[in-house]
């Protein structure tokens, strides 16, 4: 039987749940997030796992989050316990390998991992990512450049992508 540690904490946009195994990073939840959260991801994805309060288990995750939201981090260095159908796994490898700053659409996505027919089946897969942040499904846009979807709401995703671009344009005026 598998156990899954969690550690709550508050970062600069709100309270952050994280759910590790021993393979990794498995969930995060957001602030304000829409759907059924941890409890509902459990129950379809390790539903006979024992659930421990661990912070300690999640010090580098908390750590490299917390860095993230701050802007102190670009990438994240975890290992991850990712758990999906095998066409969610394979959207979100894909999602993973956006750069920090950069977006895609869900029509790039789909075309890149060769479904170009799988915009909307993109936008679940996206939907249904346990690691937000780490996977960073929020640098999935529409085709018109508008947001569109995010676990976390269109308020965060928003303020997520502007921390990105400024930091990188910042790196930028640098050099």
């Not at 994280?18 to 498995?26: D, F, H, N, P, R």
């Not at 509902?40 to 989050?65: C, D, L, M, Y």
């Not at 990712?82 to 789909?110: C, D, H, K, M, N």
Request: hydrophobic share 40%.
């Amino acid at each position: 039987m598998d156990a899954l540690y969690t550690a709550d904490f508050e970062t600069p946009v709100g309270s952050v749940r994280v759910a590790s195994s021993e393979k990794g990073l498995a969930y995060v939840q957001l602030p304000h997030a829409n759907g059924r959260g941890f409890d509902g991801w459990r129950v379809r994805h390790a539903a006979s796992a024992r659930v421990k309060p661990g912070f300690e288990p999640n010090r580098t995750v908390v750590s490299q989050i917390q860095e993230f939201l701050e802007g102190k981090r670009d990438a994240f260095e975890l290992p991850i316990d990712l758990r999906g159908t095998p066409f969610q796994l394979s959207v979100l490898e894909e999602v993973s390998r956006i750069p920090f700053g950069e977006t895609r659409t869900y029509g790039q996505i789909a075309d890149a991992i060769g479904s170009p027919a799988a915009s909307r089946a993109v936008g679940a897969a996206n939907g249904a990512n346990p690691i937000s942040l780490v996977v960073p499904c929020h640098r999935v846009i529409a085709s018109n450049g508008h947001l569109q979807g995010y676990g976390g709401g269109l308020e965060l995703k928003a303020r997520l992508l502007a921390m990105e671009r400024s930091h990188c344009a910042f790196q930028g005026d640098l050099l």
